[in-house]
């Protein structure tokens, strides 16, 4: 059975930060695709990054490039989400997805497991 936690979600003021996790299990992790989406409230779940089993070829979303940085770490099957100079539009409930396919476009039909969710939100 696949499971995705995710943990680190807090409450945080505008130009904060914050650094997520997501801790795998019940699948082969180094072989796995891992990324994060976020819903806000009101709005669609949208991707926010996705990082292959290989580092440097790490896709963002526009709107966090330059701002988030997703790593991971195969020894701890763990994928992590740091976030710097949020803002408020950055509230949402953020998600770790997981899929085998190598090269991905950010569209949610993509991705094969889900967790939770961890809340994140950004005071003005």
């Known amino acids: 059975q696949v499971k995705l936690v995710e943990s680190g979600g807090d409450l945080v003021q505008a130009g904060g930060s914050l650094r997520l996790s997501c801790v795998a299990s019940?699948?082969?992790?180094?072989?796995?695709?891992m990324g994060w989406f976020r819903q806000g409230p009101g709005k669609e779940r949208e991707f926010v990054a996705a990082?292959?089993?290989?580092?440097?070829?790490?896709l963002y979303a526009g709107s966090v490039e330059g701002r988030f940085t997703i790593s991971r770490d195969n020894a701890k099957n763990t994928v992590y989400l740091s976030m710097s100079d949020l803002k408020v539009e950055d509230t949402a409930v953020y998600y770790c997805?997981?899929?085998?396919?190598?090269?991905?476009?950010?569209?949610?039909?993509?991705?094969?497991?889900w967790g939770q969710g961890t809340q994140v939100t950004v005071s003005s």
């Open positions: 997805a997981a899929t085998p396919v190598v090269t991905v476009s950010g569209d949610r039909g993509e991705w094969t497991y």
């Open positions: 019940g699948l082969p992790f180094r072989a796995y695709t």
């Open positions: 990082m292959p089993q290989r580092p440097g070829d790490e």
